[in-house]
């Protein structure tokens, strides 16, 4: 599981890495046309961490389940299945814009100013799946945290981190959404680097240690 955690962290950095210089400026329309190969990578790696991230529940559900199982399907519905379908849209309205971009770049004036109100649509629309994304994850890393501390699956220490870095991640969503902050400031950066860290911290002793036994055998006494 811890492998899945890193995997799905690796590809959503890369995402970041491989669009955030075609996507940030007015002529982003002719960037993503102009880099079309980058950007349809960038949208695989969307793609790739939705997937890998939507199985950690799945493989936590029948050890969760033994600890609350209200709980560990909640977290399953909001990690495994709204957080994939948001990761999705995501990949689709790039996609999306990479067409738009296209029909831009090949269009003459009269219709270029169209197709860049469409492209600007496209973008915020990103915007907002963004924030939705935000609070999914959020909501279902609450319930997994909550689940890790009460059943002390992992070390307390580490289950308050997630609880303490999630809600530093939050509350970004929010202040991108008033327009406070933007999702490639420093302060966001800065705000985002606690879950991240958490998340690698979490996965490295999965994988090394793996869960609690004996939390697991209270679990079903």
Do not use: C
């Not at 969307?46 to 029948?62: H, I, K, N, T, Y």
């Not at 199982?69 to 709204?82: C, D, K, N, P, S």
């Not at 966001?188 to 991240?196: A, H, S």
Request: charged share 5%; no cysteine; net charge neutral.
């Amino acid at each position: 599981m811890g492998a899945l955690f890193i995997a799905g962290t690796v590809a959503g950095i890369l995402s970041v890495v491989f669009s955030t210089s075609i996507l940030d400026g007015p002529d982003f329309l002719i960037k993503v046309s102009a880099n079309e190969n980058q950007f349809i990578v960038a949208t695989l790696f969307v793609l790739m961490m939705g997937f890998a991230l939507s199985l950690v529940p799945v493989v936590l559900f029948p050890i969760l389940k033994k600890q609350n199982e209200a709980l560990a399907l909640g977290y399953v519905v909001f990690r495994g299945a709204l957080e994939t379908v948001t990761y999705i849209a995501m990949a689709i309205t790039w996609f999306f814009l990479l067409i738009v971009s296209q029909e831009y770049v090949n269009a003459g004036t009269p219709a270029a100013s169209y197709f860049q109100t469409l492209g600007t649509l496209l973008l915020k629309g990103n915007d907002s799946i963004s924030f939705i994304l935000i609070i999914v994850f959020s909501l279902g890393a609450l319930l997994l945290y909550f689940l890790f501390y009460q059943s002390n699956l992992i070390p307390r220490w580490l289950s308050v981190w997630g609880f303490i870095a999630i809600i530093l991640h939050l509350t970004t969503g929010f202040l991108i959404l008033f327009h406070l902050q933007t999702s490639i400031s420093t302060s966001n950066t800065v705000m985002n680097f606690p879950i991240f860290l958490q998340e690698m911290v979490m996965a490295v002793w999965l994988i090394v240690k793996g869960f609690n036994p004996s939390a697991d055998a209270n679990a079903l006494s």
